[in-house]
Protein backbone atom coordinates (compact mmCIF):
# COMPACT_ATOMS: atom_id res chain seq x y z
CA UNK A 1 0.00 0.00 0.00
CA UNK A 2 1.39 3.64 -0.84
CA UNK A 3 1.09 6.42 1.29
CA UNK A 4 0.07 9.50 0.16
CA UNK A 5 0.16 13.21 1.01
CA UNK A 6 -2.88 15.70 0.18
CA UNK A 7 -3.40 19.56 1.08
CA UNK A 8 -7.17 19.61 1.98
CA UNK A 9 -9.52 22.50 2.93
CA UNK A 10 -9.70 23.10 6.24
CA UNK A 11 -13.53 22.28 6.19
CA UNK A 12 -12.78 19.01 4.46
CA UNK A 13 -11.27 16.40 7.27
CA UNK A 14 -14.12 17.44 9.20
CA UNK A 15 -17.23 16.40 7.26
CA UNK A 16 -15.17 13.29 5.68
CA UNK A 17 -14.81 12.11 9.71
CA UNK A 18 -18.83 12.67 9.83
CA UNK A 19 -18.99 10.97 6.49
CA UNK A 20 -17.16 8.15 7.46
CA UNK A 21 -18.62 7.73 10.75
CA UNK A 22 -22.30 7.51 9.17
CA UNK A 23 -20.76 4.54 6.71
CA UNK A 24 -18.95 2.95 9.77
CA UNK A 25 -15.63 2.96 8.10
CA UNK A 26 -12.59 4.96 8.35
CA UNK A 27 -11.39 8.22 7.03
CA UNK A 28 -9.15 6.22 4.77
CA UNK A 29 -11.65 3.78 3.77
CA UNK A 30 -14.29 6.15 2.94
CA UNK A 31 -11.60 8.42 0.63
CA UNK A 32 -10.15 5.09 -1.04
CA UNK A 33 -13.83 4.49 -2.03
CA UNK A 34 -14.63 7.97 -2.74
CA UNK A 35 -11.33 7.70 -5.35
CA UNK A 36 -12.67 4.69 -6.54
CA UNK A 37 -15.91 5.51 -8.01
CA UNK A 38 -14.66 8.71 -9.61
CA UNK A 39 -11.88 6.62 -11.11
CA UNK A 40 -14.53 3.71 -12.53
CA UNK A 41 -17.01 6.77 -13.44
CA UNK A 42 -14.33 8.51 -15.70
CA UNK A 43 -12.94 5.21 -17.26
CA UNK A 44 -16.62 3.90 -17.66
CA UNK A 45 -17.49 7.66 -19.89
CA UNK A 46 -14.54 7.11 -21.68
CA UNK A 47 -15.16 3.49 -22.81
CA UNK A 48 -18.83 4.00 -24.01
CA UNK A 49 -17.39 7.18 -25.86
CA UNK A 50 -14.76 5.18 -27.59
CA UNK A 51 -17.83 2.22 -28.37
CA UNK A 52 -19.80 4.99 -29.45
CA UNK A 53 -17.73 6.12 -31.88
CA UNK A 54 -17.57 2.90 -33.55
CA UNK A 55 -20.80 2.51 -34.63
CA UNK A 56 -23.26 4.48 -36.44
CA UNK A 57 -27.07 4.72 -37.69
CA UNK A 58 -25.35 2.19 -40.71
CA UNK A 59 -24.68 -0.47 -37.98
CA UNK A 60 -27.83 0.24 -35.51
CA UNK A 61 -30.48 -0.13 -38.35
CA UNK A 62 -28.53 -3.31 -39.68
CA UNK A 63 -28.82 -4.47 -36.07
CA UNK A 64 -32.29 -3.82 -35.56
CA UNK A 65 -33.56 -5.25 -38.58
CA UNK A 66 -32.31 -8.93 -37.37
CA UNK A 67 -34.76 -8.09 -34.69
CA UNK A 68 -38.30 -10.15 -35.18
CA UNK A 69 -41.08 -8.53 -35.56
CA UNK A 70 -43.72 -9.45 -32.91
CA UNK A 71 -46.16 -8.18 -30.37
CA UNK A 72 -45.01 -7.36 -27.41
CA UNK A 73 -45.49 -9.25 -24.15
CA UNK A 74 -48.13 -8.18 -22.23
CA UNK A 75 -45.66 -8.08 -19.02
CA UNK A 76 -43.02 -5.89 -21.32
CA UNK A 77 -45.86 -2.82 -21.73
CA UNK A 78 -46.09 0.12 -19.64
Known amino acids: MRRISVRLPDYLP????EAA???TVSMNQFIARALVKKLL???T???LEK???RGGREKFERTMSKVPDVESLPEDIL
Open 14 to 17: MALK
Open 21 to 23: GKE
Open 41 to 43: TLT
Open 45 to 47: EES
Open 51 to 53: RAA
